[in-house]
């Protein structure tokens, strides 16, 4: 990569603090990327706050942060997907906005978030796949969503305008 970026990741022996703040950058590079599990397990976060450069966020970036209960997305942020078990087992999770340039949220991406009740998608979100959407949102509390029009869903049924969608609220015992 001939751009400098700065990646985030945590060693095994940090606890980090209640209160997380990813900067925009270091020494003059943006930070653009949370590591794969980079946070994962990490209960004593309670909210977290990513930068406007970020581009990739990894797969069970904050899996297991069962205190997490705030995600702020600095305006800006490019991040095209919402990888594999990003937020699983976040109990503590009610609500989640969706960055506008999230085009796709993959499976078990908010699974076991028992408390995740809002999935808020604006009007102008390139959300265009929700891959297998009873995974991404099994364990959940989100009965509907509202999504914007030419979503893919498992790669089958694609809307010509927006629609709301009733979702079974699936749990891992009724898949």
């Known amino acids: ?23 925009n950058g270091y020494n003059n590079a943006p930070v653009c990327m949370i590591a794969d599990s980079c946070c994962m397990g990490q ?22 942060c069962t205190n997490l209960s705030t995600v702020t997305i600095e ?15 976040c109990v503590s999770l009610t609500t989640i ?39 991404a949102f099994i364990d959940t509390a989100i009965t509907s969503l509202h999504i914007p029009a030419n979503l893919v869903i498992n790669s089958v049924l694609k809307n010509k305008e927006d629609i709301t969608i009733n979702l079974i609220r699936y749990t891992s015992d009724n898949q």
């Open 97 to 135: 906005n969706l960055p506008d340039s999230v085009s796709k949220i993959t499976s078990n991406c908010f699974s076991g978030c028992s408390n995740l009740s809002t999935l808020n998608i604006n009007k102008e979100s390139k959300l265009i796949n929700i891959v297998s959407p009873t995974i």
């Open 43 to 64: 209960t004593t976060i309670t909210s977290v706050v990513l930068p406007k450069y970020l581009i990739v966020l990894a797969s069970k970036a904050f899996s297991g």
């Open 1 to 23: 990569n001939p751009y400098p970026y700065y990646e985030i990741k945590t060693k095994d022996d940090v606890t980090l603090p209640n209160d997380v703040v990813i900067p």
């Open 75 to 89: 305006d800006g942020a490019t991040i095209p997907t919402f990888s594999t078990e990003l937020f699983k087992d």
